[in-house]
């Protein structure tokens, strides 16, 4: 199913799948902490960094359980480990040949976020495998909005995938 992240406002972005809303995401920006209030499927969720230097991220449920956990592999890698519901799964960033952030789960690619030229043309694609759980395209955004804001501003491109 084609997915795809229409940005409301400065703030604020839908996530659909086809052409239906199934989800929203609104971002908190500050010095002190960056932080996410998302809703899936009716389900409210908080994106937020933890940890003394805030390199762990945490995604929480309304009543405040911890869903998904991600932390560094190693404190100067470009790798992280990500816990949920009793899996280990490894988020990476690298350029292929753009900028990306890929999941993977036993060395296959189950999600991915990256910028993609598209007949000449700067596109934002989304690879999804056998994966459903919308929680991991919430992360990848909350990750890559920054990268998708600098270099299309307020109408983003997707690539068909």
Not at 71 to 88: C, D, L, M, V
Not at 145 to 153: D, H, L, S
């Amino acid at each position: 199913m084609n997915k795809k992240w229409k940005k409301i406002n400065d703030s604020s972005y839908e996530f659909l799948m086809g052409n239906k809303v199934v989800g929203t995401m609104e971002l908190n920006i500050s010095l002190a902490q960056s932080s996410a209030h998302s809703i899936i499927e009716n389900k409210k969720l908080e994106i937020k960094r933890t940890g003394f230097w805030k390199h762990n991220i945490e995604i929480s449920n309304a009543e405040s359980k911890v869903l998904l956990k991600v932390y560094p592999e190693k404190w100067y890698a470009n790798t992280w480990q990500i816990e949920f519901e009793n899996r280990k799964l490894k988020l990476a960033v690298r350029n292929n040949p753009f900028a990306e952030y890929v999941i993977t789960e036993n060395k296959k690619e189950i999600l991915a976020y990256g910028l993609f030229s598209d007949n000449g043309k700067l596109a934002i694609r989304i690879i999804s495998g056998n994966q459903d759980d919308l929680i991991l395209d919430f992360l990848l955004w909350y990750l890559f909005v920054p990268i998708a804001n600098e270099n299309f501003g307020n109408h983003y491109l997707f690539a068909d995938q």
